[in-house]
């Protein structure tokens, strides 16, 4: 492993650059035409996308990539900037400052710990942003990066992860925590259907903003998540005031009795590994960008800038903000309150209760703005999955009529969410399901990092160039050992015993289900590609199917074994029609897309398919 020491966000001088003007052959031992380059049975296809990124090769079972971006290029650098605080800044920095601080011990090991999540996130930034360089014209994030680091087995993780993605994509339990601040306004106790009542119509807002006007719900995003800032500025400059001593004595007695012996306290094994899972977790979304880099105009440039910024942001505000805390409020006050730091500070510091009904408020909005980022970004991964072909009904994944947006994902997502507000009781069976999360997303990020190796491998053996961004490898394995740390973690039973986590019954069940999921996603991939082909004598081939949007997206079908090699004949890796095909799929597409393909006809908004400039860059 060798490192050649640069700053983390720049080029290597001398890098070879794919550029837009350049088409690149490669000259290894390999065969290719300048549109296809062939590994072994791998097929990459060159794709050039219209949101001025260079050609990028992608392997050929890739969803296709969309010339003109149906959802438009509205990603500017403070929608980029934005969209990653408003992901990151929810109600963690208001509500885990207590948490941790219990679990560190000490005000100064949590001080560290709220740094060391910077760390952490910068290079699993590093790791996100070398993938894009790779596939700048794709958004979904994890989505492609997974398909293009493991196209072998075939399908096999674009079906396991479409499943995770879309089964477990409700976000619950961040509109009951807005439902929780819009009652603590007036000081109400909700019982718990008014809880769910008030969440359920939170989140439906929020999803009403962004489901009529792509680049409205962005400048609606823009405006919450600078108020964010705004909100976290404000407790950082406050807290530095009563640092130097400007508040009454009456209120705070020493503001500096906690700094004098940052360290003295004790930390627990399990107390310091939930403290730095809180910690993680606090700094996530700062890949939410990543979600769009479709529409995002020269997107490595602009995320490799925008995207550290973000980060950056929120880390100093992070830090000034738990200065604050600290400043305020006496550390064996926070150990032991049950109230949110945030709330705390504003207490000791204003002493009204009509401060802390403000302070509300702004993380009602933190909360609701924290709805209206996750909803953007993670519509565009669920519509990448639905892209891939691996879900059924392909159509309605990828369209974007009649608004442009993705209205689609963003019904499932909203369906999702209603459902487990409504249905699941508070307790252990909320606790439960919202937990079940963890795992599943650990794994997918461990082999996403680990998977950058491998895809550097192959374009290495193709003789491609460099990337427009490559991170360091230090970066890369101190990315893998965190996410190996997060798959590890939720095994650590907690301080009580099995039995005294956030459920009744034995800690580690989320986990173990976890873990049934990812075994259950293999179990019916291999059914549904394999074993049922072969029973029923067809197989699995997928082709192109293109919208009047603009959106594009692959299909599974059924191909009998007897046409098998006049489809492949007649058709391009990617699954375009070499001239057109009169071959008919067996028995309706393998992806359920509705009916029989037998007698199918195009529908009023699909396109006749054919190879064209558009489909592939010469």
């Not at 971006?69 to 929608?79: D, I, N, W």
């Not at 207490?347 to 909803?375: H, P, Q, Y």
């Not at 009998?560 to 006049?566: F, G, H, M, R």
């Not at 992806?591 to 398919?609: F, H, I, M, Y």
Request: hydrophobic fraction near 45%; glycine fraction near 10%; aromatic fraction near 12%.
């Amino acid at each position: 492993m060798s490192f050649n020491w640069r700053r983390p966000f720049t080029r290597r001088q001398g890098d070879r650059i794919l550029t837009n003007e350049s088409h690149y052959r490669p000259n290894g031992p390999f065969e290719g035409d300048g549109r296809t380059v062939s590994d072994g049975s791998l097929q990459y296809t060159v794709e050039k996308g219209g949101n001025d990124s260079p050609p990028a090769y992608q392997e050929a079972t890739g969803a296709p990539v969309e010339v003109n971006s149906p959802l438009g290029y509205s990603v500017g650098p403070l929608s980029i900037i934005m969209l990653n605080i408003g992901k990151m800044i929810g109600t963690g920095v208001y509500s885990t400052p207590s948490n941790i601080l219990r679990g560190t011990g000490s005000v100064g090991l949590s001080m560290i710990f709220w740094a060391l999540g910077f760390l952490t996130s910068v290079a699993n930034l590093s790791v996100y942003l070398e993938y894009a360089a790779y596939f700048p014209n794709r958004s979904g994030s994890e989505v492609v990066y997974l398909e293009q680091a493991y196209p072998r087995p075939r399908w096999l993780f674009p079906t396991a992860f479409a499943f995770q993605s879309v089964a477990l994509s409700f976000s619950s339990s961040n509109a009951i925590v807005l439902a929780q601040y819009l009652f603590r306004i007036n000081g109400h106790s909700p019982t718990a259907w008014e809880l769910k009542g008030v969440a359920v119509a939170g989140y439906t807002v929020a999803a009403l903003f962004v489901s009529f006007h792509t680049r409205l719900s962005y400048l609606f995003a823009n405006g919450i998540g600078i108020i964010k800032v705004l909100t976290l500025i404000f407790i950082s400059i406050t807290g530095l005031v009563v640092l130097g001593g400007h508040v009454s004595t009456t209120r705070i007695s020493d503001p500096r009795v906690n700094f004098r012996d940052a360290f003295s306290g004790q930390a627990t094994p399990y107390g310091v590994t939930n403290a730095l899972y809180k910690i993680i977790f606090s700094y996530a979304g700062f890949e939410n960008a990543f979600n769009v880099v479709n529409e995002v105009k020269s997107p490595v440039k602009q995320i490799r800038r925008n995207g550290f910024v973000a980060l950056l942001i929120v880390a100093v505000l992070y830090i000034l903000a738990n200065v604050a805390y600290f400043a305020a409020v006496p550390k064996e006050e926070l150990v032991k309150s049950q109230q949110i730091a945030a709330s705390l500070f504003f207490t000791k510091v204003f002493g009204s209760s009509g401060a802390v009904r403000g302070l509300n408020f702004l993380i009602a909005l933190s909360s609701f703005g924290n709805l209206i980022a996750v909803l953007i970004g993670s519509s565009r991964l669920i519509r990448e999955c639905g892209r891939q072909g691996v879900l059924p009904f392909p159509r309605f994944w990828a369209s974007t009529r009649p608004f442009g947006t993705p209205l689609g994902p963003y019904f499932v997502k909203w369906t999702l969410t209603i459902l487990m507000i409504l249905a699941p009781p508070a307790g252990d069976a909320f606790n439960f399901i919202t937990d079940l999360q963890v795992l599943p997303s650990a794994f997918f990020q461990l082999i996403m990092g680990i998977g950058l190796y491998v895809v550097r491998y192959r374009r290495s053996r193709l003789n491609l160039p460099r990337p427009e961004f490559k991170a360091w490898d230090l970066v890369v394995v101190f990315n893998i050992l965190v996410q190996l740390y997060l798959i590890v973690m939720p095994w650590y039973p907690p301080a009580g015993g099995a039995y005294a986590g956030d459920v009744s019954f034995w800690y580690g069940t989320y986990v173990v289900t976890g873990i049934g999921i990812l075994i259950a996603c293999a179990v019916y991939y291999y059914l549904w590609i394999s074993v049922i082909p072969k029973l029923r004598g067809y197989r699995i081939r997928q082709e192109v199917l293109r919208l009047e949007d603009g959106a594009q997206s692959h299909r599974l079908v059924k191909v009998p074994v007897a046409k098998l090699a006049e489809w492949d004949a007649t058709h391009d890796a990617v699954g375009r029609p070499l001239g057109g095909s009169t071959i008919r799929p067996h028995r309706g597409s393998a992806g359920s897309d509705g009916g029989s393909d037998e007698k199918k006809t195009t529908s009023a908004n699909e396109v006749p398919l054919g190879r064209n400039d558009q489909d592939v860059e010469k």
